[in-house]
């Protein structure tokens, strides 16, 4: 089955309006609920989920129950991941202690560093290893998945690295690197940057009086 | 003067650069390698840097010093700008030590949970009040900028406090809510979906055999 890139995103988007439902006891759903719930037009939402022969009856919507089962299946969130993590400071500890990736299947199976005061330690029953050994630990464990929170000057290195031991999704907690390793798909998201975006943001630019 | 948006957002990717640059001391640089170490058409860098009057000198460039302070000037980085920290779990306390947001005038002034247990300490230097508090607070202050690190089932409730005192520009941790407050711009990091986003794509879904 093919679906969309975009209907895939916003499947995710969908997923997050009916576990509220789900959490607050509803049984079904209809498109114009669910567009109500999470911004999405109703037209959009029938079409993106009879991709996958979901189909709302008329008079009674779309069961909540079988929605999430579907989707969860598509998105392949009833496996389970392993991930590595690459930079254990504050940013790092976070993500090892997040709780939300266990609902997602995500798992952070190995962790790195490369202060000698962190490796042997554990956070969260994660060993903290030796950096310089993550290329060879990642392929030996069959990773294909990353969090990189290392400082800026070391994002290409570590991502030639992870992109070598056989990693194909990093999600990047430094700048973006000048070059992407090739077949590697990478999120990045630059703290400051959003931050002073933001902020550019606050007052808009007074266009010049023509 | 008016700058498009398209043009701001890569500022701030040429900024990164061109520290990059200055780092490995630098003077000058060139469209061509300013492309080469971001990613952005060359073409594209000069149009860019044209809307406030730089043009690169031909067999010289641009001069790195020069541009730096005018894209300081112009993305407001050369202004301190207060921030709001609203949840102080394990992100929140990454985000009071992360140290990248100084260099673009960010500082976190005041942070607030609801945990009687936090409420009182301070984490480098900032003092954690209580969260009911926070609308008040933050007006009192003129804050208009905030980070969110709550729970999601806080995430709306937060919003609307932090709208209603003021601030306009969110970042968020957290899933975004259903309901946007008007005149605020919130700009989402959903850590969990991220990463399940990712694993999606790690296995390119087979088109079927037509």
Not at 21 to 35: C, F, G, N, R
Not at 67 to 81: C, E, F, G, P, S
Not at 108 to 123: L, N, Q, S, Y
Request: proline share 5%; glycine share 10%.
């Amino acid at each position: 089955m093919h679906i969309p890139d975009e209907t895939v995103g916003r499947l995710f988007i969908y997923l997050r309006s009916i576990r509220r439902m789900l959490d607050q006891d509803k049984k079904v759903t209809s498109s114009e609920d669910l567009a109500a719930s999470c911004g999405v037009r109703a037209s959009v939402i029938r079409k993106d989920l009879s991709y996958f022969g979901r189909f709302g009856k008329r008079g009674v919507g779309y069961d909540l129950g079988a929605l999430v089962r579907d989707i969860h299946a598509i998105l392949k969130l009833n496996q389970m991941t392993n991930a590595a993590l690459v930079g254990v400071g504050n940013i790092g500890r976070a993500f090892l202690r997040y709780p939300g990736f266990k609902a997602e299947g995500i798992r952070i199976a190995v962790a790195f560093d490369k202060d000698p005061r962190k490796i042997g330690k554990r956070i969260e029953d994660v060993l903290i290893e030796d950096a310089t050994t993550m290329g060879e630990r990642i392929e030996s464990e069959g990773i294909h998945l990353a969090i990189v929170a290392v400082p800026p000057s070391e994002a290409q290195e570590t991502l030639y690295c992870l992109a070598g031991a056989g990693v194909r999704g990093v999600f990047s907690f430094t700048p973006c690197p000048p070059k992407m390793p090739q077949g590697v798909r990478v999120t990045c998201v630059d703290l400051a940057m959003e931050m002073a975006s933001l902020v550019y943001h606050l007052e808009p630019i007074r266009k010049p009086v023509s």
